[in-house]
């Protein structure tokens, strides 16, 4: 799977073999972690003034990766948004400048961390984001809340129609061309309706909650949370929301971890919830979860605080997963032909 069509395969063949990631990808071994060494300014992952100079990741892991690009997205907030990217070209990270005044999207907030609230749609290299209204009687602000997205080739933000429902988790789902939002009901944008619909009750709610678009599988798994801290569930490309077999333990963010290995189209879940990290693989079409013992235990670059505040997000065209802190990047690739054990749920 490569999105885009002709158009992202020409961008990427252009790119390969030339760039320090695609190097670094192509002499990788299956099962293996790889630090890849990039160019970041200080205080990237740091939010900007007024706010008092917080870490925009931890309670997250929601970065995302555009193929046309060759870019690592993720907007971070802490008090204060910060959208930062990798460039793949020039192996260097900037911050994509956001404006105060604005509410596509509002730049400051009172609280909060991002959750899950970015989405990304790979086929227009959009990125999704949700944000809180932004009142200060003192500084003469009132900016109203919403879901906006960034034209990864433009640069340009495009606010969706008010109507959508506050977010804990979002995802872009190809499949049915729009954005899922998950509370209590699962509220759906369509692109081509340019309106919000119901995809009915959602047995997620949100919060501290995981949610994942998989564009393998033409589906959305969602799971954990505070309120639900095993139940695993997934949205089809019909819009018809199954519950699949519980998680093995406790899972929900901070500093659990889901993404993709490109390779097969599972899931690979990252969990420190049940004593030390263990990674498992999860194929959604078997309904079973494998223990992926090379993936956390000794090679893992993070400790548990890092990882706290590290991000992550597949790469197609390379078939790896990019994981980013202010400490270090990394690259992991996935071994999907071992046969791992069976983890009980």
Not at 68 to 81: D, E, I, P, V, W
Not at 123 to 140: G, P, Q
Request: charged share 25%; with cysteine.
């Amino acid at each position: 799977y490569l999105p885009g069509g002709e158009e992202v395969k020409k961008a990427v063949d252009a790119r390969r073999g030339k760039t320090e990631l695609s190097k670094l990808a192509a002499k990788m071994e299956p099962g293996t972690w790889a630090e890849l060494k990039t160019t970041m300014p200080k205080r990237l992952w740091t939010s900007p003034p007024p706010s008092r100079g917080l870490h925009i990741a931890g309670w997250t892991d929601d970065a995302h990766w555009d193929s046309r690009t060759g870019q690592f997205l993720y907007m971070g907030l802490r008090q204060t948004r910060q959208f930062i990217a990798y460039s793949e070209e020039n192996n260097t990270w900037r911050v994509i400048k956001l404006d105060p005044k604005s509410d596509n999207p509002v730049f400051q907030t009172k609280t909060g961390h991002i959750y899950e609230t970015n989405g990304f749609d790979h086929e227009r290299s959009r990125f999704y984001h949700f944000y809180r209204d932004f009142r200060s009687a003192e500084e003469n602000i009132n900016l109203k809340g919403g879901i906006s997205y960034f034209d990864v080739v433009t640069e340009k933000w495009t606010k969706l129609p008010a109507g959508g429902p506050g977010a804990m988790a979002l995802e872009y789902f190809g499949a049915l061309d729009g954005l899922v939002v998950l509370g209590k009901e699962a509220k759906f944008f369509s692109n081509k309706r340019q309106k919000w619909e119901s995809l009915g009750a959602s047995p997620v709610d949100g919060y501290h909650s995981l949610m994942r678009h998989n564009p393998y599988r033409n589906e959305i798994l969602m799971g954990g949370g505070n309120h639900n801290k095993r139940l695993v569930a997934r949205i089809t490309k019909e819009g018809k929301i199954e519950r699949l077999k519980d998680f093995p333990g406790d899972f929900g963010l901070s500093p659990d971890k889901v993404t993709i290995d490109p390779t097969s189209g599972r899931y690979l879940m990252f969990s420190w919830k049940n004593g030390p990290l263990k990674c498992f693989e999860f194929d959604s079409n078997e309904n079973e979860y494998r223990l992926v013992k090379n993936a956390s235990e000794g090679p893992y670059p993070y400790k548990k605080y890092s990882a706290t505040y590290s991000v992550c997000a597949f790469i197609p065209e390379y078939g790896v997963v990019m994981w980013a802190e202010p400490r270090g990047v990394f690259l992991y690739k996935h071994d999907s032909s071992i046969e791992y054990p069976l983890a009980a749920s």
